[in-house]
Every structure is written in structure tokens, then in C-alpha cells.
């Protein structure tokens, strides 16, 4: 089951590392660094069905 709940345990830094990741990178650097990152968590996370979760919300998230 995908956890929704806040679970980071230092939610500022983690956003300050992502930041930093994308501050001098071009359009083009900035989203192979988020592909990458993305298959690095997915890896991680590695439960197929937990990952088909998450895609199925950002897929609503992104209907705008």
C-alpha cells in the first residue's frame, strides 16, 4: 500500500537537496536528473503494485 502520510523526517532538507539538484542544471539536464531519481526511488521502493499506485495518482494530479 502506498503510504500517503507524511513520512520524511526532515521534509525542508530533503526539498533544499532537490532544489539544489535542479539549480544549475539546463531543461533538458534538470529532467534526466528527475528520470533518473524517479527510477533510483523506484528501484528502492520496488513493490510493483505500490509503484503502479503512485503512478495512477500523479497521472489525476497532472489532469490539471
Request: no cysteine.
Amino acid at each position: 500500500m502506498l503510504m500517503l502520510e507524511p513520512n520524511i523526517s526532515s521534509p525542508d532538507d530533503f526539498y533544499e537537496a532537490l532544489i539544489d539538484l535542479h539549480r544549475e542544471l539546463g531543461e533538458d539536464a534538470s529532467a534526466a536528473a528527475n528520470a533518473r531519481l524517479v527510477l533510483l526511488l523506484a528501484n528502492h521502493i520496488g513493490d510493483l503494485e505500490v509503484l503502479k499506485q503512485a503512478i495512477n495518482l500523479a497521472a489525476q494530479d497532472s489532469d490539471g
